[in-house]
């Protein structure tokens, strides 16, 4: 298949062209043929399957066929859970929509509201929202959705695991409902297809991989270690492999900023990104780890969620995420458009039963590694030491200083620090 077969404008064509795409990805074969045919669509994509493209590409057709009013309106309205993925998607539609005469907005909490006021009462076809800065501005009357004909939930698992439900819930009450809706998700859930069935007529049903499978360009390496060894651990791992980018995921932001200062600390550059940080924060510090200036990015799931960073060769799981759909999420950053990838877990005893959740949805059992010096000991002797350490330091779990294979060591073995493939 080829994009000139899908019937598109030309002008978009010309900006998919200089994007060097030579063909529709699996899920934009799928997808762009029912959109174009006017059709609600719910599609199952996971990130870097080039779901962006899938609804922007036909929704810029179909808004281009008319000429927009003097006065514009919003007559696309694409809704995303977070700051970052609706930095990205506007970034997308105004490449694609280069050489076309449409006006692109985003809106998103957590900065001044003003420019983004100012940005809409210049009047805008397509604007790209977080839930709660859209419901704050339209509160404030600053905008109208009274004319969207095109509605994209983007992320729709994500947004129902935020808490988003009533938003979107608001927002669709403000929207015609004559209109075409896209529905996208990385899961199917019985949730998202009650979302479904609420907000779309006669859905089409797109799937770019079967449910819930990661990409087969990846491959998944668990490293069984124990709790207190990880930080050493990962520190070594970067260091002795010479990786030049890394991504690294963590269950809570705490965490995420411990694992940067640790890396700081031995001399790697890094930087975390979660829901405390400031806007500029986040801002900067995913344009530092796009232009190289920073080595790790240390991430939550929700702050990383469908972050547009191309070809990354390795993502580490610091920790496994609870939720096992969140490890396809996490690994969707890897082994992105046919390029191989690499997921390294650390495991420590206590994730046993996230890994096993994790092989359940997956479908596969996924071999374990140890590593030389980081190896892990046994259930008994972790219980034993953790009870030791929180009689020595109170009701804190953790140890006050985190040495390689602490455990070993409060066994009177020593411990291997040295690292080998
Ligand atoms: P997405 O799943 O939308 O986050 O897209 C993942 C990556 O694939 C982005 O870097 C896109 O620029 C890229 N991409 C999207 N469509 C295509 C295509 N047809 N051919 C090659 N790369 C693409």
New binding site residues.
Partial sequence: MTFDSLGLNPAILKA?SA???????PI?GKAIPEILGGKDVLAS?Q????????FTLPMLHILAKHQPERRRKIRALILTPTRELAA?IYE?VKEYGKFLTIETAVIFGGVNQNPQVRRLRQGVDILIATPGRLLDLKAQNVLSLNSVEFFVLDEADRMLDMGFIHDIKRVVKFIPKDRQTLLFSATFSKEIRALAKAFLVQPIQVEAAPENTAAETVTHIIHPVNRTDKAKLIVTLIKEENWEQVLVFTRTKHKANRIADKLKKSGIAAAAIHGDKSQGARTKALAGFKNGAIRILVATDIAAR?L?I?LLPIVINFELPNIPEDYVHRIGRTG??GASGKAISLVSHDEEEYLKSIEKVLGVKLTRKSIRGFEQSTLEEVQKIEAALQEKHGNSRRPKRSKGNNYKKQFGRKGKTSFKK
């Fill in positions: 998919i994007k060097g795409y030579n063909e529709p990805s934009q994509a990130t870097g399957t080039g779901k962006t493209a899938g990205q997308n469908g547009d191309p992105r458009a």
